[in-house]
């Protein structure tokens, strides 16, 4: 379960960096669309920015007082979901050892965000489109109802209009979380907010080892412009992060520092496959990092790799800290 908790001292929207008109469209469709209190759905690649954006949406509306509650729905297995969204009464079942509110309780009045709903099982649905449409529920264990006034906002990387032509997803959950949907766009398609996250990501990043922010390489700044970006903004700050590492204490971040798979060679048809299947990799290694909570021996296990070959891939994406690349660093940085 991920469950935030209630805002204090968080009641500023998250940064939110770029300066495209695409990006420009999203943050002022974003302002209207807090205010108005609908359910809003929000689209858009990995790495975009949905929760991000879910966070903002609670912060710049009249809600933004109550709680803000996040929750994965492909986390929760189906016998505790009913606990787990409306709570339970101590003694409501074995290991129910003190009353315990639901998400959407600890969220009353204020926002809950369903990330991945594409991924709700067919229990999750039914149950979320009942208490959607009664705004109400019980505690597992109670008899009372108690009144739940909660804004949903939800996310998901795939396609709900394909689920529910499948026949995957609810047609009426799909209409209620839809009201609004809001799709932000891909990194390639935000001129030149690559550059300027980019700058954003390597000043934090040298920041966070004590050093002064590092000018961008022409070389690197042109090709930043033109890669496809599938792992979108969270590649471009992962790959960042892991630069400014390699470049050590140089002060300027080059080519030569960035991930090596992020340097596509070959011809665009070539690249596009490329991109294809390192974006596959990269969710795969995502997932599996996810589901064994970072432990990166039974993440190998779940992917068939040794242990040392998942942390070379995990280095080659640019995820996770490249501390076993240390030893081949060099410059101060690599000393510390
Ligand atoms: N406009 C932005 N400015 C600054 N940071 C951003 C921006 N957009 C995204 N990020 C950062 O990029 C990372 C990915 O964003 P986020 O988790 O919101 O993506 P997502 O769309 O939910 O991805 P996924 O579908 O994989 O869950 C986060 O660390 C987030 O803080
Ligand atoms: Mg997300």
């Known amino acids: ?6 805002d204090g001292g968080r009641l500023t929207p998250p940064e939110m960096l770029g300066d495209s008109a695409a990006w420009r469209d999203v943050l002022r469709s974003l302002a209207r669309v807090a205010e108005s209190g609908l359910p809003v759905l929000v689209l858009g690649e990995t790495g975009t920015g949905k929760e991000l954006v879910a966070r903002a949406m609670h912060t710049l509306s009249p809600r933004r007082l109550a709680g803000y509650v996040a929750h994965n729905c492909g986390a929760t297995p189906d016998s505790l979901i009913e606990s787990e969204l409306f709570g339970h009464s101590r003694g409501a079942f074995t290991g129910a050892v003190a009353d315990r ?3 959407f309780e600890a969220a009353h009045q204020g926002t809950l965000f369903l990330d991945e709903i594409g991924d709700a099982s067919p229990l999750l649905q039914m149950k979320l489109l009942r208490v959607l ?4 529920a019980r505690r597992v264990g109670e008899i009372k109802l108690r009144r739940l006034d ?6 998901t990387h795939r396609s709900l209009a394909e689920g529910v032509e499948r026949g995957g997803f609810r047609t009426d959950l799909y209409y209620r979380l839809n009201a609004v949907r809001l799709r932000l766009p891909p990194l ?7 550059l300027l996250l980019a700058a954003a990501f390597l000043r934090r990043a040298a920041a966070d080892c004590g050093s002064p922010p590092p000018a961008l390489d022409p070389e690197l700044a042109a090709h930043l412009m033109r890669y496809p970006w599938p792992g979108n903004v969270r590649e471009l700050s992962n790959a960042c992060a892991y630069a400014v590492k390699v470049a050590g204490a140089r002060d300027v971040v080059a080519l030569e520092h960035w991930p090596e798979v992020l340097l596509l060679p070959g011809t665009p048809a070539e690249r596009g496959l490329h991109a294809e299947t390192r974006a596959l990799e990269q969710r795969r290694l995502r997932e599996a990092l996810d589901l064994s909570h970072g432990n990166k021996s039974q993440a190998a296990r779940s992917l068939g790799l040794s242990r040392q070959g998942l942390l070379k891939k995990l280095r080659r994406h640019g995820l996770g800290v490249p501390e ?3 030893p081949t660093l060099d410059g101060p940085a690599a000393a510390q």
């Open 324 to 326: 076993a690349a240390a």
């Open 133 to 136: 449409q009664e705004g109400e």
């Open 1 to 6: 379960m991920e469950r935030e908790a209630r």
């Open 101 to 103: 509110p639901g998400l």
């Open 150 to 155: 909660v804004r949903v906002v939800s996310a």
């Open 188 to 194: 390639r398609e935000r001129g030149d907010d690559a």
